[in-house]
């Protein structure tokens, strides 16, 4: 192993190590079960929200009318080709109602990590395409619109 690979590696190890030191919940990919791994994050996303949702797993934004907003204006650009304009399902499924292909989506860790990781079908790892808060951001904006029984809403527990 010649000494730049041997960096590298070193620096991927430290990289994940440093992200796990951080998070207090455990991030998997929604297919795989695998840990998601952050270094792939879009730069930008390390905010002071995506921080707290690191230790809580609940997402800060639910609750903030202006970070809705910036979630519908993302949501709009990111996910409403697949999704519908409204959530309501076009080629990928509804979001706005209590039925959840991916059980863990009624949490915010669960959605979170479908959003980063991605899904089976057509739904990639949006790591590429979003950062963490502009997740987070759309996420938001998902759960101000649910319009399923409330006692299935685990991210209002």
Not at 44 to 60: Q, R, V
Not at 144 to 156: R, S, V
Request: hydrophobic letters at 40%.
């Amino acid at each position: 192993m010649n000494m730049k690979h041997l960096l590298s590696v070193s620096a991927l190890i430290m990289a994940l190590m440093s992200t796990a030191a951080l998070a207090d919940i455990d991030l998997r990919n929604a297919i795989t079960g695998m840990p998601l791994d952050m270094s792939f994050a879009k730069k930008g996303g390390n905010t002071d929200a995506f921080k707290e949702f690191l230790k809580t797993g609940k997402n800060p934004y639910n609750v903030d009318r202006q970070a809705i907003e910036k979630g519908h204006d993302l949501y709009m650009t990111a996910c409403s080709g697949c999704h519908g304009h409204e959530a309501e399902g076009k080629l990928g499924p509804g979001l706005a109602d209590d039925y959840w292909t991916y059980p863990a989506n009624a949490t915010d860790k669960g959605l979170f990590e479908v959003l980063f990781g991605g899904a089976n079908g057509m739904m990639g790892p949006q790591y590429v395409n979003l950062n963490t808060d502009e997740m987070l951001l759309i996420m938001s904006w998902i759960r101000d619109i649910y319009n399923g029984d409330p006692k299935k809403a685990k991210w209002l527990k």
